[in-house]
């Protein structure tokens, strides 16, 4: 079963930044793309970013310019720096294979609060 533990939200105010970690468990993390998905209050949860095996990134239009994903697959750890931060940003993030293979369990994400 594998573990995904997301770690490195806040509180920060528009136009600031904030750099999210999720370390994955398991043997398979460098042979497959990851992906970071956010959901906020009373809507669906997105992919806003993803990275293949090869270092490939893919984004989101929302994010895409102000959002860079990148991995270590020593570390077995995916990142998402975020910058410009905008209040339109705030949800939980979370770590995850894109779909359609993303795994059923789901770690317990971490709050991105965007505000003044």
């Known amino acids: 079963q594998v573990q995904l533990v997301e770690s490195g939200g806040g509180l920060v105010q528009p136009g600031g930044s904030l750099r999210l970690s999720c370390a994955a468990s398991?043997?398979?993390?460098?042979?497959?793309?990851m992906g970071w998905y956010r959901q906020a209050p009373g809507k669906e949860r997105e992919l806003v970013a993803r990275?293949?095996?090869?270092?490939?990134?893919n984004y989101a239009d929302s994010v895409k310019g102000r959002f860079t994903i990148s991995r270590d697959n020593a570390k077995n750890t995916v990142y998402l720096q975020m910058n410009t931060l905008k209040p339109e940003d705030t949800a939980v993030y979370y770590c995850?294979?894109?779909?359609?293979?993303?795994?059923?369990?789901w770690g317990q994400g971490t709050q991105v609060t965007v505000s003044s």
């Open positions: 995850n294979r894109p779909p359609p293979f993303a795994y059923s369990y």
């Open positions: 398991g043997s398979m993390f460098s042979v497959v793309s």
């Open positions: 990275i293949s095996v090869g270092g490939l990134t």
